[in-house]
């Protein structure tokens, strides 16, 4: 069976996202999907939105699209004095800087509220087999609620922890669990979960962040500085 290869958040940064895809064995013909947060912080969130799209890639939800689906259809109608998580903390300002066809931002936002909040892979497996699950963030306990109606606290549980969770741990002993979310200087795996985000929006004059992707299940790993101007 062909190799997966999962990447970690990108966050608007298009050109390291295409070098990155280069370093990969078919390049964008590889057997691609994302932890997402494919927006926000770097300038050109447009861009890599439509790439992934068009390419259609699998993709779960992140938190970041998860704030600009709540908060695009409130700029759409005008509404003032808007003072949303995104806009104020998340740099969803740059998110609609790169936007300049109104069309286009709609058609996106439509396609962000189709992702699941995870994906399976029953046929990839580990060594110990377990097969793979990958969310945006690590999920914890609450992965015995996925199936629970969406209106249920165990539901909302389940998609908190898809979304947000941070430096908690759990063995859900059947799934090994590839997620991003909290960015880190190394990817960490180990035996159960895998976090590859490793910051790539970040740059500095000293160092500079990177975009990872994981060869599933041989765990081997493709890094890209980050190269945005």
């Known amino acids: 069976m062909e190799n997966i290869y999962i990447l970690g958040d990108v966050h608007g940064c298009y050109k390291s996202l295409l070098a990155l895809i280069e370093k990969l064995p078919k390049k964008k013909d590889s057997n691609i999907c994302f932890v997402v947060d494919l927006i926000d ?24 699209e998860k704030y600009m689906i ?3 259809p409130l700029i759409l109608e005008n509404v003032k004095n808007l003072n949303h998580t995104w806009i104020t903390k998340n740099n969803g300002d740059k998110t609609l800087k790169s936007y300049n066809d109104l069309d286009m931002l709609k058609e996106h936002l439509q396609w962000l509220d189709t992702l699941p909040l995870y994906l399976e892979h029953k046929d990839f497996k580990t060594t110990d087999n377990r097969y793979l699950v990958i969310t945006h963030s690590h999920i914890l306990e609450s992965w015995k609620y996925k199936d629970y109606p969406i209106d249920s606290n165990e539901y909302k549980a389940f998609e908190k922890e898809c979304l947000f969770s941070r430096y ?10 590839v997620y991003g979310h909290t960015p880190m200087a190394e990817p960490i795996i180990e035996n159960y979960k895998a976090n590859i985000d490793l910051g790539c929006f970040f740059k500095s004059n000293n160092e500079s962040g990177k975009l990872c992707a994981l060869e599933f299940p041989s765990m081997k790993t493709f890094i890209q500085d980050n190269i945005e101007e």
């Open 41 to 64: 912080k770097g300038n050109d969130s447009s861009k890599v939105i439509e790439f992934v799209k068009a390419n259609n890639y699998p993709c779960v939800l992140g938190n970041h």
């Open 70 to 72: 709540e908060t695009m």
């Open 168 to 177: 908690k741990s759990f063995d859900n002993k059947e799934i090994f669990n």
